[in-house]
């Protein structure tokens, strides 16, 4: 069935419909590419930047963390050993 003929049988308004609901569905597609795009990129992002985290998280520390106290000052939650 061509245009010509839903117009005949249908009417224009059917015909408007119709093709305003395909410009419709094609613009959302459209606005829709972006957004996936950006989708990606970021949950790449975001997989690296927790595979960093993990990796800085698990390493031992390379010198003594806690500079400003002697390692026997008393705390008051003292672990038995």
Not at 6 to 30: E, K, N, S
Not at 51 to 71: D, G, M
């Amino acid at each position: 069935m061509n245009t010509f003929e839903v117009l005949q049988r249908h009417g224009t308004l059917a015909l408007i419909r119709f093709a305003g609901t395909v410009c419709l569905f094609l613009t959302l597609h459209l606005l829709r590419i972006p957004l996936v795009i950006c989708e990606r990129v970021l949950a790449g992002v975001l997989v690296r930047l927790d595979r960093a985290a993990a990796v800085q998280a698990s390493r031992p520390p390379r010198r003594r963390v806690n500079q400003f106290f002697p390692l026997d000052f008393p705390t008051g939650q003292e672990v038995p050993r």
